[in-house]
C-alpha cells in the first residue's frame, strides 16, 4: 500500500536516499541558526533605530527595513548570488544564503520587536523619565525586558517561518534538503517521492516547534495576566 502510493519506490529505495536528506536537513538547521542569530540583533537594531531621534538613523533603518519586508526572500536570494559578482562580490552559496535571509529576518523581527516595544504602558516610559534614567538605562532596565518578553512568542513562530525558508536556497544550488530531493527526482524520475521524504523532514521540526509555540504563549498570556 504504502510502496504504491510512493509510486513503487522501496524502502531500500528510501534508505540510499536518506544520507542525503540528512546532510542536506543539517545545512538547512544550520542556515536557520546563523539566520537567527545574525538576524534577529540586526532586527532589534533596526527597530531602535526606526524609533531613533536622527532622521538620518531613521530613514537608513527604514529604508533597510522597507527592502527586507517587501523584497521576496527568493529575489534577495538570487540578487546576493547572482546580482553581487556582477559588482565584484562572490560569494559561497551558503554564505549568500546567510546573507539574504538574514537581511529578510532582520527586517521582519525588526517589526515584531518594535510593536513590541510600542505595546508597553505609557506609564513604563513616564516612570523612567521620572526618575531620570539615560536613554541606554531607560532601554536597558524597562523597555527591553518588558517588549522582548511580549516579542518572544511571535520571534519564536517567525523562526519556524525562516527553517521553512531554507527550501529556497535550492534556486543558488545550495545542497539543502530540497536540493536533494531534486538531485534524487532528476536522477531516478522520483520526484513525488523524493519531495514527500523532503517534506516529513519539515513536519518532523516544524510540527513539534509549532506546538511549543503556542504553549510558550499560553504561558506568556497566563504570566501577563498576574
Not at 52 to 57: E, L
Not at 92 to 98: D, H, K, R, V, Y
Not at 124 to 143: G, I, P, T, Y
Request: aromatic share 12%; charged share 10%.
Amino acid at each position: 500500500m504504502i510502496e504504491t502510493l510512493l509510486m513503487g519506490v522501496t524502502w531500500a529505495d528510501v534508505k540510499t536516499w536518506l544520507p542525503g536528506f540528512w546532510n542536506g536537513f543539517l545545512i538547512s538547521l544550520k542556515l536557520t541558526f546563523v539566520s537567527l542569530v545574525l538576524g534577529v540583533p540586526m532586527g532589534l537594531l533596526l527597530a531602535l533605530g526606526v524609533q531613533a531621534k536622527t532622521r538620518a538613523s531613521r530613514l537608513t533603518c527604514l529604508a533597510l527595513v522597507e527592502i527586507g519586508r517587501g523584497a521576496p526572500a527568493l529575489v534577495m536570494l538570487q540578487f546576493v548570488y547572482y546580482g553581487l559578482p556582477s559588482a565584484g562580490i562572490s560569494l559561497p552559496a551558503f554564505t549568500a544564503a546567510a546573507v539574504a535571509l538574514c537581511w529578510n529576518t532582520g527586517a521582519y523581527t525588526s517589526e515584531i520587536i518594535r510593536a513590541g516595544l510600542d505595546a508597553i504602558p505609557a506609564g513604563q516610559k513616564e516612570a523612567a523619565e521620572a526618575l531620570n534614567l539615560s536613554r541606554v538605562d531607560e532601554l536597558r532596565f524597562v523597555l527591553l525586558p518588558q517588549g522582548l518578553r511580549i516579542a518572544v512568542p511571535a520571534l519564536m513562530g517567525f523562526s519556524i517561518l525562516v527553517f521553512q525558508g531554507t527550501s529556497l536556497c535550492f534556486a543558488i544550488a545550495l545542497p539543502e534538503i530540497i536540493s536533494r530531493a531534486y538531485d534524487i527526482g532528476s536522477m531516478y524520475f522520483f520526484y513525488f517521492p523524493a519531495l514527500a521524504v523532503a517534506g516529513l523532514f519539515f513536519a518532523a521540526v516544524c510540527i513539534p516547534a509549532s506546538f511549543l509555540v503556542e504553549w510558550f504563549e499560553h504561558r506568556a498570556g497566563a504570566y501577563s495576566r498576574r
